[in-house]
């Protein structure tokens, strides 16, 4: 298998891939990050959780984000995390065996949610609609689970607001087009609000993110992805050089800046 399909554009082939636990070192990387809980934060507010709830975690991943979740729904509540990926559920399950907490999680598709209609009090999705081929199916499928009045909260970057602090403007703006372009929605950010109109959804509220990144997670977002365009010939080895030399001098320096942004999107059912 081609080395560069492991990388962050590649999180709907976890399963297929070389080495399934980069996308698990990805993801606890990711929650380390020191303002990571700012905009999960923003989540929970949205969802407006009361104790005794259920709730849906779509894309649940390593399923630290439904742990969060079942600590404030309480032992009379229910929290479910779903996953495509069954190198994900199995490790979500390891690490919640030893939580007692009211949380379970399943392998399921986002296009196919196994649960009948009106069965939860809020659905939350965070960094995977940009992943789906048809996000405003699996956005669908969110609101049919859910009960009237629920909560439905979805969160995602929006890649060509990548930020880099580098001397070449040129360069940074052709490598953040590529990166954009080389995962599958890489504007899923800016179209959510567009999709939760188009659902029908009410009392829509949308809230701008900027997660700055470190430089060891910066390189482990977007190397493979500029290595695979670097292969396609997108771009020369002296640019892709020139593009790393500059952020390790700044790494030395102390002054490495990197982030990404992205809008939190929350709508209710009618």
């Known amino acids: 298998m081609n080395k560069y399909n492991d990388n962050m554009a590649r999180f709907d082939t976890v399963d297929q891939a070389a080495h399934p636990d980069f996308f698990t070192r990805f993801l606890d990387k990711s929650l380390s990050l020191r303002d990571i809980g700012i905009y999960k934060q923003m989540m929970i507010d949205l969802l407006a959780i009361k104790e005794g709830a259920a709730l849906l975690d779509v894309g649940c991943g390593t399923g630290q984000d439904a742990l969060s979740l079942a600590e404030l729904v309480g032992p009379g509540g229910r ?68 009960r009237p009045g629920a909560r439905i909260v979805v969160a995602d970057a929006d890649l060509d607001l990548l930020m880099v602090d580098i001397p070449d403007r040129t360069l940074a703006r052709k490598l953040i087009h590529l990166v954009c372009d080389n995962v599958r929605q890489g504007w899923m950010g800016r179209q959510l609000p567009r999709l939760f109109r188009e659902a029908g959804l009410r009392n829509i509220v949308i809230i701008g993110s900027v997660l700055p990144s470190d430089f060891a997670f910066f390189k482990m977002i977007f190397d493979g992805i500029l290595q695979h365009s670097l292969a396609a010939g997108a771009i020369s080895a002296e640019e892709l050089a020139r593009f790393w030399s500059y952020l390790e001098e700044a790494e030395r320096e102390q002054r490495f800046f990197g982030g990404v942004g992205g809008f939190i999107v929350s709508g209710q059912k009618p």
């Open 79 to 146: 929290v479910v995390g779903i996953d495509a990926s069954e190198t994900m559920i199995q490790e979500a399950r390891t690490r919640a065996a030893e939580a007692h907490l009211p949380v379970e999680y399943l392998s399921g598709n986002a296009y196919q949610l196994p649960f009948a209609e009106k069965t939860f009090d809020g659905c939350q999705s965070a960094r995977v609609f940009e992943h789906l081929s048809e996000p405003g199916r699996a956005l669908a499928e969110m609101i049919r689970v859910a």
